[in-house]
Each structure stands twice: as C-alpha cells, then as structure tokens.
DNA sequence: TCACAACAGAGAGCAGTGCTCGCATCTGGA
DNA sequence: TCCAGATGCGAGCACTGCTCTCTGTTGTGA
C-alpha cells in the first residue's frame, strides 16, 4: 500500500526495520490528512500519533513538505488505480468510449467526494511556492494514460466526431507529450496532436467539474449534484467528440 | 478600491479615522496576499509592515480567517469586474455570444496568470473548514451573471445550438438558481432549468483550464498555452451551445 | 562471540505563528 | 476642559517546523 523507497527487497535487517517505520509514519500522516486537510497536517502531531519524540520524525523524512510529497505521489497513484480500475471495468460491460469516460469521471468523483482531503492535496491549491514535480509526475501521469486511451480507442474505432471547433493543432502540444500519446498511433501526425489537445480539454473539465462542486462554487446550486456532474462532463466531451447518451441513467 | 464596511458617509470623525486605518490594514495585507499567498499571509507580518504591534491588529479584524474572507470578497469583485467589462467590451465590439465567452475567459485567465495568489485564494482550496459562504456569495456571483448573461442573449438570438447530450434538466438545478437565472426569461420552464445547468458547464471548464495551468497539471504539455486555453474553452462551449471559430485567432 | 560504529530516539532550544489580556496613552465629543 | 472610550503596546500562552547535542541501543563485520 504505502509507496517506499527504490529497494522492494530491503538487503538488511536495519534497511527492513527503517522500512517498517518509515511506512508506519506514512500512514499515520495519511490519516492525520484525511482527517484534518493538508494545511493542518503537522509533523508534530503525527509523531504523538506514533508515540514518539518530533525530531525523530526527521529520521525519516527530510521535511514536512517532502513528507507531503510523499503522500502526494500515494494519492496520485490511488486516484490514478481508481480511473483505471473504472476504464477497465466499463470496457468489460462493452461501454463505448464515450461511456467509459463518464464512468472513468463518476469513479474519480465518488473517490473524491469520499476523501475530499486528498483530492485537494493534489489537484487543490499547490503547497508551497513548487512540489518537487519530477516526483510526482509518474503517479500523475496514470489519469492521463487513461484519458489517451479513452480518446484512442474512439479514434481506431472511427467514432470520435467532434462537435467542437476546427482548430491549428500546432503549439497547443509539446514534442514530449506527443511521444507519449503518439506511441501507439504511429507518426506525429495532426490527428495525434488534436487528440492530445483534447485530453486536455477532458482533464479539464473533469478537474474543474469536482472542484467547482468540493470547493463550494455550486453551493445550492443543485439537488442531485451526480445529475448536474454527468452533464457537465458528457456536454464538454461532446464537444470533444464523445458523445454519451444521459438519457438511461 | 478597498470595501469597507456599511457606512459609506462615516458619521464621526473617529469612524473615518477607523474607517481608514482598516483600509490600509487591508491594503497591506492585499499586498503581502499577493506577494507570498494566502497560507503565508501572517498577521504579525501585515502589523509589522505597517509599523504596529501586532495585537493592534485585532482592533480591526476578528481574526486571520476573518481578515482573508475580507480578502476573499474584494477578490470575487475584482474578478467580477474584470468578466464584466470583458464582456461589454466584447459586445460593444459586435461579437456574438460565443465569441463574447471566450474573450471572457480569456480576460479572467489574463487576470489570473497576473495575480495567481489571488485567483487560488477563492478558486483553490478552501482556506479552514469553512468561509463565511454568506458575506461571500454575492460578489461570487457576479461572474456567474455574466455567464448566464451570454447564454440569454444567445437564447433569445436563438443560436443556442447544443452539441451535447439531451438531459432531463430536473434536479439539476435549485429553485433559488431558477429565481435568480429565470429572472428576465420568464416562467420556470425546462429551457430555463437546462439554460442555468449549462451555466455551471462554463463555470467548470473555465475553473477547470485555468486551475489546470496554473497549478502546474499541464506542466511542459504545451508552447502556447494560451492557444490550449482557447480550444478547451471553445470546446467546452460547443457542447453547451456557443460555436466559437478559432481559426481566426 | 564481541567490540564498536552507526543509528534511532529524546529533549532542549530557536524563530516563527495566531490570539488574549492587562495596562498605558491619547483623543474626540460633550 | 475633562474624561470615557477608543487605541496601541508588550508580555505571554500554546502551537508550529526545524536543528542540535546527547544518550542508549542494536546490528554487523571481524
């Protein structure tokens, strides 16, 4: 469960026994998150929670933020195997692309809404002035695979039809992101980097779609929050060129 | 510029006094929000720019929470304003609907890049467990009029073109979003219910894309992100009904 | 098996925070 | 003019992150 260091085969007993608490502090820290929220996490108080002196947290963990750092990188992997999880079990009941993603967004929305902690710590306000983001960028990247393969799979399948604006692909993506969505579609290609482009849009509307309803922007807004995220979801990947259909459920 | 409390004519001359000491309170503190964020924002430093002890503060303001709620409304203001006059500038130009949402978003997003302390302030993580909602919520919804504004005039031109799904509009939306929404269309009809659904869609894909790039989920994943914005924007509107063309720029 | 070096933990301490309270001081309004 | 109430100050409390030194333990290589 908690993400360790490189060694998975700890060679010592020192190194397995500094694993062991180093992952019992973890999830002490990830309890003290979920109850309190990010900005009250405090070191000293999960080394009361562990029984144990304050200083001796720094053992093992070089500061408060890189210990948040650490629960960052857990937390993008959680939110990242729930996506997952939701693609592929979708893709079992035969769901289409456009379904999968609605799916996909409800999974990462049920996940949020029942830890709204950790949800904040990674797509709320960042910590401090920069997270150390090579880290992270790995456990990160899991949501956006999902994202590419959702939007693949309708472009192999021929049915992505965008409703939404013709546009010059050019710029709106890097070369380095190409490389990662352009691997399983061949040459650089302006479909490849449209498609691209548009997992941003639906990365976009799924960030913004949560954290309009858990930070409180549709305060009062709805009576049945679930119906009002399936639209704003399903009308943006519309324009995207998924088109799922509300009208069952 | 700074909103102080009911009396606009202060009667005594001590009030004005007050009245003006608590404006450069606030304006001290707007600076340092802007210049550290609001988790650093620290009272003592607020007093100590101000040459002050730093209970002398407490005079003024209840407390640190109470000061950023302060903040807060004059933040929600701003951004108001800012969509406002993005908006009348856009139709003062002739643009129509679509065209007038983008430059929209694409004015709140300027505003954003330009003090990104003040846009996470009230559209990042909220700060405690709660802010005072009330004295907040009607300089929030200044933004919301202006989306709703645009979907009525596209309404009544009748070039409100969906893209995305049909959706049962009922329990989307409250009876109080209805009043306020519904105002100048008249009786609560179903296309009143899906017009105020729709607003929340553009209210999320704007939140969602700038939240996006500024707190670093589209890290290295484009050269131009203004031109991204633009497609997630316009790509988002479509399905709600807005055909933008971005071809032109 | 044993000595020792490396290591884990404790606790004091520093600088910072929000906030309270009692005390002086000043000043506006009668 | 006079004084009550407004205003500011500074000490102090409890908390934070983090550092430093010291002690006791424990695994490990010889």
């Known amino acids: 469960m908690s993400t360790t260091e490189v060694p998975s085969v700890p060679a010592t007993a020192r190194e397995r026994a500094r694993a062991q608490v180093k992952a019992e502090l973890l999830d002490a820290a990830r309890a003290r998150l979920e109850a309190d929220g990010a900005a009250e996490l405090s070191l000293r108080a999960v080394a009361r929670d562990l029984g144990v002196a304050s200083s001796a947290v720094y053992r093992y963990v070089e500061s408060r933020d890189a210990l948040l750092t650490l629960l960052i990188i857990e937390t993008y992997d959680a939110v990242g195997a729930v996506a997952e999880q939701a693609a592929a079990d979708a893709r079992a009941r035969g769901a289409d692309p456009a379904r999968t993603w609605l ?23 960042p910590v401090r002035g920069y997270r150390a983001p090579d880290d992270t960028v790995p456990s990160a990247l899991r949501m956006w695979g999902v994202i590419v393969s959702v939007l693949q799979q309708a472009a192999e399948e021929g049915t992505l039809a965008p409703a939404g604006p013709d546009f010059d692909p050019h710029g709106r993506v890097t070369p380095a992101v190409v490389a990662v969505v352009g691997g399983a579609l061949g040459p650089v290609s302006d479909d490849v980097l449209r498609i691209a482009s548009r997992s941003a849009t639906l990365f976009c ?45």
Chains 1, 2 share one sequence.
């Open 103 to 125: 799916e996909v967004a409800r999974a990462v929305r049920g996940w949020a809404l029942a830890q709204p902690y950790a949800y904040e710590l990674i797509y709320g306000t």
């Open 205 to 249: 509307s799924l960030l913004g779609a949560i954290s309009a309803e858990l930070f409180g922007h549709l305060h009062r807004f709805a009576d049945d929050y679930g119906a009002l995220f399936d639209v704003t979801i399903a009308t943006a990947a519309a324009g995207v060129g998924l088109h799922a259909d509300l009208s069952d459920a």
